[in-house]
C-alpha cells in the first residue's frame, strides 16, 4: 500500500532514496535466513555450505553440555528473568556469571548486561560526560562509537594503532585543561582485520597521562592469553580499568559484561542506563556462559584447535595468493577492494559451497571490501580444504588470484 495513509510522504522518499542509493552501489546487504544452528556447516537456501563467516570461535554455541544445561535451567528458573535487577532481585544464576567472568578476567568483580552492545552503550556514558574526551582508535566497533556518542564527551579519533598521534592527542587533549577526564578506548582484537591494539604502549601513555583505560575485548576473549583474552596476552590485567567483553561470540551465547575494579562495578550497577532500564539475559544464558567460561578456565584443548585451524586456512589461502592482511588472530580477511567485486566474490562462493560474507563500507573503510573468513574450533580439516578447493576456483574464475 502506497501514500499518506500508509506512510509519511517524506518517509517513503527518504526510504526510496537511500534504499535505492545503497543498492545501486552494491551495499545492501541482505540477511539470509539460517535453517537450523550455526555450526561449522551451515543450510541457507536448500544450501550446505562451509561456515566461515559466524563468530562462534569454539563452537560452543552448538555444544550438547551447554544445550542441556541451559535445558534444565529453563525447568529450574524459567524462560525469562521477570524484570529488571534493580527492580526484581537478581537471580543467583546472574551473580554466578559475574563471579565467573570476574576470575576468567582477573580483576575483583564484574557486571554482566544484555549484550556486548549494550555494555558498551552502558559502562562508558557512566563514567564520561560532557566535561570529558574519549581518545577513540579510528577502526573501533560501531559500539564503542555510540557509547561514546552517548557520553556527550568530546571525541577524539587516533589513527588506527598509530601511537605516535595517540601520544601527541593524550598530551594536547591533557595539556589543554579543557577536560575533567580523559579515557583512551580500543577494541583489543580488530574484527574486520585481526590485528591486535597495542597495549602496553597504550598503558604507557595512559600511564604518563593518567588517562582511563578501556578494552573491548569481544573478539580478544577466548582467542587470546590462553582464553581470557588479550589483557591478559600482554600480562595487564592490573593496568586496564574496563575490561569489557561480549558472550556471544567464543562463549557462544549471548550478553556483554565489564571486568574491573569492585569500586567500578560498584558503581556500574547504579549508574548504568541498561542495567538499571533493561531486563537481564534469560537463566538459559546465564547459565550456558559461566559453563562455558568454566571450561575455557579449565583446558585450552578448543582453543589450541581454533589456532590450529585459523593458521591452516590463512596459509591455505595466502599460498593461492589472496591478500590477507595484516591479522595476528584467526580471523582471516581476503581483501578484495571494490564494494561490487567483494560482493560478486561472496555470491560466487556462496554458488559453490562456501558461506563468507562480503564486508563492505561502513563496516570498513570505502576501498577495502573483503571477505572475512572466521574458520573456528568445530572445523575439520576436510571442511577447510573444501572451502580452499572452493576459493581457487571462484578466485581464478574472476581473476583474484
Ligand atoms: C568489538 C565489538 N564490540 C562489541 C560487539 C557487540 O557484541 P554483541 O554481539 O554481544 O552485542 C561486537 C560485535 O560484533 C564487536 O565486534
Aim: proline share 3%.
Amino acid at each position: 500500500m502506497e501514500g499518506k495513509d500508509f506512510m509519511s510522504k517524506i518517509l517513503n522518499q527518504f526510504l526510496d532514496e537511500n534504499l535505492e542509493g545503497l543498492r545501486s552501489k552494491g551495499m545492501y546487504n541482505e540477511i539470509d535466513p539460517v535453517d537450523g544452528a550455526n555450526g561449522p556447516m551451515i543450510n541457507i537456501k536448500g544450501k550446505k555450505l562451509v561456515n566461515l563467516s559466524s563468530n562462534n570461535y569454539l563452537g560452543l554455541a552448538t555444544d550438547e553440555e551447554l544445550k542441556s544445561l541451559a535445558k534444565d535451567a529453563v525447568d529450574s528458573h524459567g524462560v525469562g528473568a521477570g524484570a529488571v535487577r534493580t527492580i526484581n532481585g537478581t537471580l543467583d544464576l546472574h551473580v554466578k556469571l559475574e563471579e565467573k567472568i570476574a576470575q576468567f578476567k582477573g580483576t575483583e568483580a564484574a557486571i554482566s548486561f544484555q549484550s556486548g552492545f549494550n555494555c558498551n552503550m552502558a559502562a562508558i556514558q557512566a563514567v564520561m560526560n560532557k566535561e570529558d574526551a574519549i581518545l577513540s582508535d579510528s577502526l573501533n566497533h560501531a559500539s564503542i562509537i555510540d557509547g561514546c556518542r552517548l557520553s556527550r564527551a568530546k571525541i577524539i579519533p587516533f589513527e588506527h594503532s598509530n601511537m605516535e598521534d595517540l601520544r601527541a592527542k593524550a598530551k594536547e587533549a591533557v595539556e589543554s585543561g579543557k577536560y575533567k577526564k580523559v579515557m583512551v578506548i580500543t577494541d583489543g582484537v580488530f574484527s574486520m582485520d585481526g590485528d591486535i591494539a597495542k597495549l602496553p604502549e597504550i598503558v604507557e601513555i595512559a600511564e604518563e597521562f593518567d588517562l582511563i583505560t578501556y578494552v573491548d575485548d569481544a573478539h580478544g576473549s577466548g582467542v587470546l592469553g590462553k582464553g581470557a583474552g588479550t589483557v591478559k596476552h600482554f600480562g595487564l590485567q592490573d593496568k586496564i580499568d574496563f575490561q569489557m567483553g561480549t558472550l556471544s561470540k567464543a562463549i557462544g551465547v549471548i550478553g556483554g559484561y565489564v571486568a574491573g575494579s569492585q569500586k567500578l562495578i560498584d558503581w556500574l550497577k547504579v549508574s548504568s542506563r541498561p542495567f538499571l532500564f533493561s531486563t537481564a539475559v534469560t537463566p538459559a544464558d546465564a547459565v550456558a556462559a559461566t559453563e562455558a567460561i568454566d571450561r575455557l578456565m579449565k583446558s585450552t584443548d578448543l582453543l589450541d584447535q581454533l589456532w590450529e585451524n585459523g593458521d591452516y586456512l590463512k596459509k591455505g589461502l595466502k599460498d593461492l595468493g589472496f591478500d590477507i592482511g595484516e591479522s595476528e588472530t584467526p580471523i582471516t580477511p581476503c581483501i578484495i577492494g571494490d564494494e561490487k567485486a567483494a560482493q560478486e566474490f561472496s555470491a560466487r562462493l556462496f554458488e559453490e559451497g562456501v558461506y563468507a560474507k562480503s564486508i563492505v563500507f561502513p563496516t570498513v573503510p570505502r576501498g577495502t571490501a573483503r571477505v572475512r573468513n572466521m574458520p573456528t574450533a568445530a572445523h575439520t580439516k576436510e571442511m577447510l580444504d573444501q572451502a580452499l578447493a572452493i576459493y581457487e576456483k571462484v578466485g581464478k574464475e574472476m581473476n583474484i588470484i
